[in-house]
């Protein structure tokens, strides 16, 4: 369509409505607009920012308003990012609008983006004429010698700040200089430095393994395939999985193509960035949300510019602009982090990235020691191509696991012997250990000796954590908190017990039980010791260079991390997961063991796992204790397939959430929705509820829940979507929907 024939506009405006909007294009705009042009535009008495999704022949309106005018920002969505946007959208049941802006950040998309202009300062005259101004000057104006004397030593141009540092100046010292016509100051806009100019020694390809060779020769074919495949390369910890992302990459590289890596959690992304940084240097680009906005700004232009070409970060690194994509690898694939849960659109960045890379002709490979039940299906079904690393590199033998049955322990306890002893064995050698629990704060209840009443949230139907350094009562749900109760809110008895165990008494407890003798030095990793920027980093390095003994952490240790000092690992209490409402938990379970079992003994030292249990005889636990993946696999995935009511893999699932103040307000919406679900094509699809959530109150809402089960997810879609037509739902009322939940707490 020529620019003349662009008469009206589609646009996505970034306040989700739920429906096309078409604008009038003015004529003085038709030849600067294009699909993708971000756009401004009337929306109601507003005005709102927009993208253009289309230029249709006709409106779906007679009467239009006109486009006010365009946002200069230099940018476009490209056109592979806006056909995921649309898919992602479809897919996810999510406005359009919306999904743009979680595919395009915010600093990205502003009219006016952030900039950094550094001001750097250079000669302006010969180096004899330099040196001859700086001798006249060392006594009537000593700071400009000493400026003119840092630069006659200096190769180009220093930044002003710099300069003014090393000559003990000031800007007004530089401006003289300038006036005399002695120095140049001009001012250059730079990208900032997001590794804080730490230095990267490269390293070289490691020789691989004949395992690690065959699937990289495999995948490496695959890059010159009409149709590249997605590989699911299942390797236990410590085979070298990250060795052959690095070299399959660097092919791509050489093939002028740019490439993704997916870490899930920003805790991986310090060392993730390490290696890679050292491999590729400053073809790396860093992807996360706790960058600036102006350093994630810059990240994305030198990407969309091809000044870097490899994209690094967690979940939202899956739409970095490269324009050329030729490898998307999804590192330990098998983590509900890469699910976005809370707002919309509730997408998953491992099948958004199965997606992108067969819009853009790109080889996908899926990594982990534990596989998510979906991906080994699709392997097994031939749909992904399967790779596996059964051995460690370099014969390392894998960690021995020892499971302990916490129930013939003597009384409560957070460590047992064994585990107690093997913390003071791996002291006296000055080796490292890593203690898990899935729990942070102190105690995870408070709870009434005289009636067994438990305190919980005033707003949420969870009971309140006590955090010791706080000295507060604390809701992990909302974040609400207040001060320790004294008596009980019930019966009023003065018998307050804590119960439970989080990482904050595992941390307090090991400085009293380790032997006298021997002086132990902890850090704790969990979201309230790595609230500020580069914490995560900070702990890690510090542990890393030897500066602490044992590391206690929640999931975010659990993965991913290479520590080579690691000798131990002792999981607290495995079973933390096991009695949740939710068809997953055996899988986290079993995760969770293995993976953080395989962060001992990646060194020369061979490793040791203490595995503490109040249901040893789980299948989930006695599997990971054994490093079985494949014989968890056949045990759960016949229990999923349960004809009643078969769970994921066998089926795609969607769950319908309600919620709002009034509770039957809540529920009168989810029973409509349900009898409008089954007033209409229902051919294979199951539905389930409405019921209470497993949580059923949060944050002063009431909760109530739907499920929808098919092999086909087009045909849940198809269903809410008409029957959502038909339902008229309460406006205090919030309605979301979540294809494919990962949580259904």
């Known amino acids: 369509m020529s620019a003349e024939e662009q008469r009206y506009a589609q646009v996505a405006v970034d306040a989700a409505v739920g429906k096309r909007l078409d604008y009038l294009v003015p004529d003085e705009l038709r030849s600067r607009l294009t699909v993708g042009s971000r756009v401004w535009v009337p929306l109601g008495k507003r005005k709102v920012q927009g993208t253009i999704t289309a230029f249709p022949d006709e409106p779906a309106y007679p009467k239009l308003k006109p486009i006010i005018g365009a946002i200069d920002s230099g940018f476009v969505i490209p056109p592979n990012l806006l056909r995921l946007a649309h898919w992602i959208a479809d897919y996810y049941m999510a406005d359009l609008g919306a999904t743009l802006k979680t ?13 950094k202009v550094v001001r750097l300062v250079r000669r302006a005259v010969t180096r004899e004429e330099t040196r001859a101004a700086c001798v006249a000057r060392r006594r009537r104006a000593p700071k400009q010698a000493a400026v003119l004397d840092v630069l006659l030593n200096t190769t180009g141009a220093l930044a002003q700040a710099d300069l003014c540092l090393k000559a003990d100046a000031s800007p007004a010292t530089l401006k003289a200089l300038e006036k005399d016509g002695l120095v140049a100051i001009e001012a250059k806009r730079v990208d900032r430095d997001v590794t804080k100019g730490e230095v990267f020694i490269r390293t070289e390809p490691k020789a691989l393994t004949p395992a690690q060779q065959a699937a990289y020769d495999a995948i490496v074919r695959q890059l010159d395939d009409d149709a590249p495949r997605v590989n699911l390369l299942h390797g236990v ?23 993704i890596l997916l870490v899930p959690e920003i805790a991986l992304t310090p060392q993730t960035i390490e290696r890679f940084k050292a491999r590729f240097g400053d073809l790396v680009a860093v992807l996360h949300h706790r960058l600036s906005g102006g350093e994630r700004h810059d990240e994305w232009r030198r990407l969309a510019e091809r000044r870097a070409r490899i994209a690094v970060g967690p979940r939202s690194a899956v739409f970095a602009p490269i324009p050329d994509l030729g490898l998307i690898v999804v590192d330990e694939e098998h983590e509900t982090t890469y699910k976005q849960a809370d707002t919309a659109p509730r997408y998953h960045a491992r099948d958004v990235a199965v997606v992108r890379a067969s819009f853009e002709n790109a080889v996908v490979i899926l990594g982990s020691a534990t596989p998510s039940l979906e991906s080994y299906w699709n392997a097994q079904r031939g749909k992904y191509r399967l790779f596996e690393l059964p051995e460690r590199i370099d ?23 064994e585990l107690l002893n093997a913390i003071d064995d791996r002291l006296k050698k000055g080796e490292q250990t890593i203690l898990f629990l899935n729990r942070r704060g102190y105690a995870t209840t408070m709870k009434c000796r005289t009636c067994s009443a438990v305190v919980e949230c005033e707003r949420c139907s969870v009971s309140l954590t006590y955090h010791k350094k706080r000295d507060e009562l604390v809701c992990h749900l909302c974040g609400a908190s207040r001060p320790v109760v004294s008596s009980c809110p019930r019966c009023g008895a003065a018998a307050m017990l804590y119960r439970g165990v989080g990482t904050q008494k595992v941390e307090r407890m090991l400085y009293k039980v380790v032997e006298e003798a021997q002086a132990v030095r902890v850090l704790r990793m969990d979201s309230d010791t790595t609230t500020a920027k580069n914490a995560h980093a900070g702990i890690l390095g510090a542990f890393k260079a030897g500066k602490a003994d044992v590391l206690v952490g929640t999931q975010m240790i659990a993965k991913g991390l290479d520590l080579p000092n690691v000798t131990l690992v002792g999981v607290i209490v495995a ?34 796992v203490i595995v503490q249990t109040y249901r040893p005889g789980s299948y989930a636990i006695r599997a990971a204790s054994r490093h079985d993946f494949r014989a968890f696999y056949d045990d759960e995935i016949e229990r999923r397939r349960n004809p009643l009511s078969p769970y994921p893999p066998h089926v795609h699932m969607a769950c319908v959430t309600f919620r709002g103040p009034d509770e039957k307000k809540v529920r009168a919406a989810a029973d409509a929705l349900a009898a409008a679900c089954r ?60 294809m494919d939940p990962v949580d259904l707490m």
């Open 679 to 738: 007033a209409g094509d229902m051919q294979g699809v199951e539905l389930l509820g409405p019921a209470d959530a497993p949580i059923a109150r949060a944050q002063r809402e009431h909760r109530t829940q739907l499920f929808l089960k098919s092999t086909r997810p087009s045909r849940i879609t198809a269903l809410l979507r008409s029957a959502l037509e038909k339902t008229k739902v309460f406006s205090t009322v919030k309605l979301a929907v979540d």
């Open 237 to 259: 910890t410590g085979s070298g999985k990250t060795e052959v992302y690095l070299q399959v990459m660097a092919r791509v590289l050489e093939r002028g193509r740019g490439a």
């Open 103 to 115: 595919v395009v950040p915010a600093s990205v998309r502003k009219p006016s983006p952030p900039e």
């Open 575 to 608: 079973d933390t997961a096991l009695g949740l409402q939710d068809f997953r938990a055996a899988e986290r379970t079993f995760q969770l063991i293995t993976q953080v079992a395989g962060r001992a003994g990646r060194g020369d030292v061979p490793g040791e």
């Open 395 to 417: 014969g390392r033998p894998m960690p021995a696991v020892r499971v302990v049955d916490l129930a013939r322990e003597k009384g409560p306890t957070v460590f047992s012997a």
